[in-house]
């Protein structure tokens, strides 16, 4: 449901950990970083700090910075954007410590930091032994090494994993957008601003565009994605426009000129957000009508007996999606057979499966402890 409140503000629930995105078109307005934006954005951070919160940034902005230190062209090919990002990576980190006047650490993550679990916990340590230090961690994507086939891809989604990572209360996606519209607010006069959302739908997600400017890569449509993501866990995500200070100075005070985006309740569990939304899926497994049901309906664990269609090379223990009849995604699942075997066994009884592959194989080809469904109110 989408909410619209008639006052300017809404108010923010307490909380004691954020993580705050801070977008290239804020850190380099101009071309290179600078302080035009960031000292607001600094100050709400200094001030959450001085009344004992504690805050993590997911800050873009080193491509940019490298760019301004070298001069040129902008990186056409993925080596030189990910040498300007080395180069403007330490340049970056310079400027928030000097506008913080904190000691700031670098965090740089890649995908396998958030999808494999030892490191996902290695990460999440490192965090909060930062925090415990009176340090603010200042993430991005470590540019210099990722691929495009193991990137988050924006710092958006970026953000709303290291908000579950760090066990945070609030995410604030800063940018220079004042938060979600009903329409484009760029090619549409009577546009209006969304203040709440309850929860991230089909309709939100069709309010939601593309990149606004040229230097970011995340638009709305990545911002309604980490929402969705962080509002899952239980954690409140406001979007704000951050070039406004005296934004920025309400938010302190626990008002939000912007859409705030509840979390939901309960939260998910941790595995099965970590199902549902940072591991990367291997193949695809279609259901009939029958088991669809059973797998909404009764929570049951998904056979052999029910599986119609495999797609992908996807081998045990990988993540796949399944999807029903029609195409419609119901969630996603641990696999207990190979693709392969699922092929040969699909749609056979379980007393059928050993006779089948010639060895003793699970009958049971996803187990509902490995399966997380998608809430059927996130695509009305």
Known sequence: MIGFHSSNATPLQPWARAVVKVGSALVAPDGPPSDTHLGAIARFVIASRVVGREVIVVS????????????????????????????????????????????????????????????????????????????VPVVNENDTVAVDELRVGDNDNLAAHVAVLAGADLLVILSDVAGLFDADPRVTPGARLVPVVDRVDAAVRAMAGGAGTVSATGGMRTKVEAAEKATARGIDTVVLNGTDAARLGALAEGRVHGTLFRALSPPLAARKHWLLHATPVAGRVVVDEGAARALRERGASLLASGVVAVAGGFSRADPVEIADPTGAVLGRGIVRVAAHELDRVRGRRSADVEAELGFSGPAVVVHRDDLALIDPRSDD
């Open 60 to 135: 873009s902005g080193a491509v940019a910075a490298g760019l301004a230190a070298t001069g040129g062209r902008r990186p056409r090919t993925i080596p030189e954007k990910q040498a300007l990002a080395a180069i403007g990576q330490p340049r970056l980190m310079a400027l928030w410590g000097d506008l913080l006047d904190a000691p700031v650490a670098q965090v740089l993550l890649t995908h396998d930091d958030l999808v494999h679990r030892d490191r996902f916990l290695n990460a999440r340590a490192t965090l909060a032994e930062l925090l415990a230090r009176g340090v």
